[in-house]
């Protein structure tokens, strides 16, 4: 098994099974958890290597926000593919928006 890529944010991780691309947003303080997608590890995206295609059956959407179970890591997907993202073999799930005050 291969070493866990460090995740701090601003980094670009890309899919090999698949075209997802994500952004690390927000990275834990400790420990370095490996980002998956499709079941196989994500790798670190080449730069200007923009996966460009459409993909009608995408799991993983473009300008959605993935996060953990505990939500300490943060990811934004910038290529959408077919395969499900997973941290440390666990399912990532859609952020949720945040809800905005009322206005009176």
């Known amino acids: ?4 890529i460090p995740l701090r944010p601003g ?7 698949c075209t997802t691309r994500v952004i690390v947003v927000r990275a834990p303080a400790a420990g370095n958890p490996v980002i998956a997608c499709g079941g196989s590890p994500m790798v ?3 730069p ?3 996966a460009a295609s459409t993909v ?10 993935y996060v953990d179970a505990d939500q300490s890591l943060e990811v934004l997907c910038t290529s959408s593919g077919v395969g499900e993202l997973s941290c440390d073999g666990v399912a990532m ?3 949720a928006a945040n809800a ?3 206005s009176d």
Not at 11 to 17: E, M, T, Y
């Open 48 to 50: 200007g290597q923009a």
């Open 44 to 46: 670190p995206a080449a």
């Open 100 to 102: 905005l005050p009322a």
């Open 11 to 17: 980094g670009q991780l890309a899919s090999s099974v």
């Open 56 to 65: 009608t059956d995408a799991v993983t959407l473009i300008g959605k926000r």
């Open 93 to 95: 799930t859609l952020k």
């Open 1 to 4: 098994m291969t070493a866990p």
